[in-house]
């Protein structure tokens, strides 16, 4: 089994002159009329499956990650193995598969990514501040604004 790697994932129709294919998940005969070819084998499309949910790895894309004997999908591999960063408003660990918010080089939890002094969340459309590397909102930015370096952005 290779480590660490991307493989894709293809269909391909079972042929009938040659000879027969075995799977490389369960060891019988494929029979099928269509099998799938990943990591240089051939699989029953319904042998070929994520080690973690399970999930048939033919149906959910055309790409499928090895690492550590385990054939996963995308998402159990950036779950398990991907990389992660901390958020800046809490410092806690922000997992690769986690939706975001960014500000320059920042990386916000969704629920964190809101003004650090008044606690107000932000929508879509509204500017924010950032000074000394804090979020804040317009009315704290104004209230506090003095010769400092700072970027308005809007969301």
């Given at each position: 089994?290779?480590?660490?790697?991307?493989e894709?994932?293809s269909l391909?129709?079972?042929?009938?002159k040659?000879?027969?294919?075995?799977c490389?998940?369960?060891n019988?005969?494929?029979?099928?009329?269509?099998?799938?070819q990943?990591?240089?084998r051939?699989?029953?499309?319904?042998?070929?499956?994520?080690a973690?949910c399970?999930?048939?790895?033919?149906?959910?894309?055309?790409?499928?990650?090895?690492?550590?004997?385990?054939i996963?999908?995308?998402k159990d591999?950036?779950r398990l193995?991907?990389?992660t960063?901390?958020?800046a408003?809490?410092?806690?660990?922000?997992?690769?598969f986690?939706m975001?918010?960014?500000?320059?080089?920042?990386?916000?939890?969704?629920?964190?990514?809101?003004?650090?002094?008044?606690?107000?969340?932000?929508?879509?459309?509204?500017?924010?501040?950032l000074?000394?590397?804090?979020i804040?909102?317009?009315?704290?930015?104004?209230?506090?604004?003095?010769?400092?370096?700072?970027?308005?952005?809007?969301?």
């Open positions: 089994m290779v480590f660490d790697k991307e894709s994932v391909v129709p079972l042929q009938s040659g000879k027969p294919r075995v490389a998940g369960c019988r005969r494929i029979m099928d009329r269509f099998m799938l990943a990591l240089d051939y699989w029953h499309e319904d042998c070929l499956k994520c973690c399970d999930c048939r790895l033919g149906d959910v894309g055309s790409t499928l990650y090895t690492r550590a004997n385990l996963l999908c995308h591999y950036l193995f991907g990389m960063g901390n958020c408003a809490c410092s806690k660990v922000i997992p690769a986690e975001v918010m960014r500000a320059r080089e920042n990386v916000y939890h969704l629920d964190c990514f809101a003004c650090q002094l008044c606690s107000q969340r932000f929508c879509v459309g509204d500017k924010f501040f000074k000394n590397n804090m804040l909102c317009q009315l704290d930015y104004e209230g506090g604004h003095q010769n400092g370096n700072s970027a308005d952005q809007a969301l």
